[in-house]
C-alpha cells in the first residue's frame, strides 16, 4: 500500500533484472496496464540505442549497491510501451528480502522541469545577446556624442538625451515582451512635446528589436534637428509623418517620409554634423534614405525591406 500510495514511479527489480513490481505511477508514466511490466527485464524500459550497454552499467552497480542517484550529470530518458521517451531522474535503492537482492527504482518524469530549464538558457542566451547589442550601439551613439569640437557639457546633454532615445524604445520592447515595438509609439514618444503640430499616418507596423533602436535613434535625430534649426523651431512650423508598405516594390518595402513646413527657410548645411552621421550610420544597417533640404522645409525618405524593418500587425489595413 506504501508503494502504491508513492508520489513516484516505483519500479522493484529482482537479481535477475525482472521486473517483479511496478506502482500504478509508474505504469501510467511508461504506458504500461497494471501487471503487464510484471516478469518484464528491466532493459524494456531502456530505450533502444541505450540497451546493448545497459547490463555493464547494472553489473558495476551490483559490485558497490548503494543507495545513489543514476546518472548523475547526464540526461536520462526512459522508453514507454508505444517506443517514445521522456527525460527522468532515477534513484536506486538496493533491499534483500528474505535473503535475496533486488533493487527499488525510483523514476520521477521531469520533461517539464527541463523544458523549463531549456526555457531559461534560451532566455539567458538572448538577453546576453540583447546586452551586447546594447553595449554596441551605445559605444556607438557614445563616439559620435563625445567626439569633435562640441564642449563637454553640450556633448554630454547630447549623449543623454541619445540614451534617453534609446531607453524610450527598450522600455516599448519590454512592454511588448520583445516581440517588437509598435512604431506608432516610437513616433509618439519621440516627437510628445510636439503631439498638436506633428501629424502622424500610417499603417499599424511592429518593428523588430534591432529597427527599433535605429528608428528610436533616427527620429530622435530628426526631431532635435527641427527643434534646433527646422519647423519645430518657428510657432508656425509643423512635420507630417507618413509611412507605408509598398507591397508593388521588390522585395516588399517599409517607407516613411518626413516632411516640414513653416520654419525658417532652409539651406543646405555647410558640413556634416554628428546628428546627419548618425541617422548615415543608423540606416546603412536596414535600407537607405535620402535628405532634400527643400527651402519650405526638410524633407527625409527612407526605404528599407519589410522583412528587415517588423511586420504589419493588421493585414486587412493595408
Not at 536520462?76 to 527525460?87: C, Y
Not at 527499488?104 to 532566455?123: F, G, P, S, Y
Not at 554596441?136 to 557614445?142: E, G, K, L, P, R
Not at 532634400?292 to 511586420?311: D, I, N, T
Request: net charge neutral.
Amino acid at each position: 500500500m506504501i508503494l502504491e500510495s508513492g508520489p513516484s514511479g516505483l519500479v522493484l527489480v529482482d537479481g535477475g533484472a525482472r521486473i517483479v513490481f511496478v506502482n500504478e505511477h509508474a505504469g501510467e508514466l511508461l504506458g504500461y496496464a497494471r501487471g503487464e511490466l510484471v516478469g518484464q527485464p528491466v532493459e524494456c524500459l531502456v530505450p533502444d540505442r541505450f540497451r546493448d550497454g545497459h547490463p555493464d552499467l547494472r553489473r558495476v552497480f551490483d559490485l558497490s549497491p548503494r543507495d545513489r542517484p543514476m546518472g548523475t550529470g547526464r540526461d536520462l530518458t526512459a522508453r514507454r510501451k508505444d517506443g517514445s521517451e521522456f527525460s527522468v531522474e532515477i534513484a536506486l535503492k538496493p533491499m534483500v528480502v528474505d535473503g535475496r537482492p533486488y533493487v527499488l527504482a525510483e523514476l520521477v518524469d521531469i520533461t517539464e522541469r527541463k523544458r523549463t530549464e531549456d526555457r531559461q538558457r534560451l532566455l539567458i542566451g538572448e538577453l546576453n545577446h540583447r546586452i551586447q547589442n546594447l553595449f554596441a550601439v551605445i559605444q556607438s551613439v557614445a563616439l559620435s556624442s563625445l567626439s569633435g569640437e562640441r564642449p563637454l557639457r553640450e556633448a554630454r546633454d547630447v549623449f543623454i538625451d541619445r540614451l534617453q532615445s534609446l531607453g524610450r524604445a527598450y522600455t516599448l520592447m519590454t512592454e511588448q515582451e520583445w516581440r517588437g515595438a509598435p512604431l506608432r509609439q516610437i513616433l509618439a514618444s519621440e516627437t510628445s512635446a510636439f503631439s498638436d503640430r506633428v501629424t502622424l499616418d500610417g499603417v499599424e507596423v511592429m518593428v523588430k528589436q534591432n529597427a527599433a533602436q535605429s528608428f528610436a535613434l533616427l527620429l530622435h535625430e530628426l526631431t532635435t534637428n527641427a527643434v534646433k534649426y527646422g519647423a519645430l523651431s518657428a510657432p508656425e512650423g509643423s512635420i507630417a509623418v507618413r509611412w507605408s508598405v509598398e507591397r508593388d516594390l521588390r522585395p516588399m518595402s517599409f517607407v516613411l517620409s518626413w516632411q516640414e513646413d513653416g520654419g525658417p527657410t532652409v539651406a543646405p548645411p555647410t558640413r556634416s554634423g554628428y546628428g546627419r552621421k548618425i541617422i548615415e550610420d543608423t540606416m546603412r544597417r536596414i535600407g537607405k534614405h535620402s535628405i532634400e533640404y527643400a527651402p519650405q522645409g526638410l524633407k527625409y525618405r527612407m526605404e528599407a525591406p519589410l522583412e528587415k524593418v517588423g511586420w504589419v500587425v493588421d493585414e486587412s489595413a493595408m
